[in-house]
């Protein structure tokens, strides 16, 4: 297994991690984290499929952070 693969597998159990989590704001961020893991694995196997999709799911979650900003301020000054 190469270090690019073990990226990936990470990255997969980032992304599932993130569904198990019930807040929707704890969902987006870890899922974030997990979507960047899988833009670099994407980008080391030159992957333009697997780039597209996640880049495609981050604009997602940045548009749901900017939009609802004032619930994700006021979630995180909770924590």
Do not use: E
């Amino acid at each position: 297994m190469t270090p690019i693969d073990i990226l990936g597998w990470i990255a997969t159990g980032v992304v599932i991690i993130s569904f198990l989590v019930k807040d929707i704001l704890m969902l987006r961020t870890i899922n974030s984290m997990g979507t960047v893991l899988w833009l670099i694995y994407g980008g080391l196997k030159l992957d333009y499929p697997v780039m597209a999709v996640n880049l495609l799911i981050l604009i997602t979650h940045i548009i749901w952070f900017l939009q609802d900003k004032k619930l994700t301020f006021n979630k995180f000054k909770q924590l």
